[in-house]
């Protein structure tokens, strides 16, 4: 687990997702719009790592093609809302996300 951070694709409404990096550093959990992204008012998200609850959602219909339909997505969820997003390799990012969780909840 020498990767702590991936590039993803963070899906902020029906019709757009916003390119840059998720990361865990130290106790939280975040992503940060690229260069680009950011210049065109691009969201950035963060939240405490503990918190957070990480699961891998289905693939959506084909009728979903235009919002990540044919990908599954990695979804966090804290204080009672979702966050999406397209990474590489969900199952293993998510894997990886929660053992970094476990790690942090252990040493507390």
């Not at 757009?16 to 998720?22: F, K, M, P, T």
């Not at 969201?43 to 289905?58: F, H, I, K, M, Y």
């Not at 990908?71 to 009672?80: E, F, I, M, P, T």
Request: glycine share 8%; charged share 25%.
């Amino acid at each position: 687990m020498s990767d702590t951070s991936w590039r993803a694709n963070y899906i902020t409404s029906t019709a757009r997702a916003v390119g840059g990096r998720l990361k865990v550093e130290g106790d939280t959990v975040s992503f940060r719009a690229h260069a680009v992204d950011r210049a065109l008012a691009g969201r950035s998200w963060s939240a405490a790592l503990d918190g957070v609850t990480v699961s891998v959602a289905p693939r959506r219909p084909l009728s979903h093609l235009f919002l990540a339909g044919l990908r599954r997505q990695l979804v966090l969820s804290s204080d009672g809302e979702d966050q999406y997003f397209i990474v590489n390799h969900v199952d293993r990012v998510a894997e990886e996300i929660q053992a970094l969780r476990a790690r942090g909840s252990a040493a507390s």
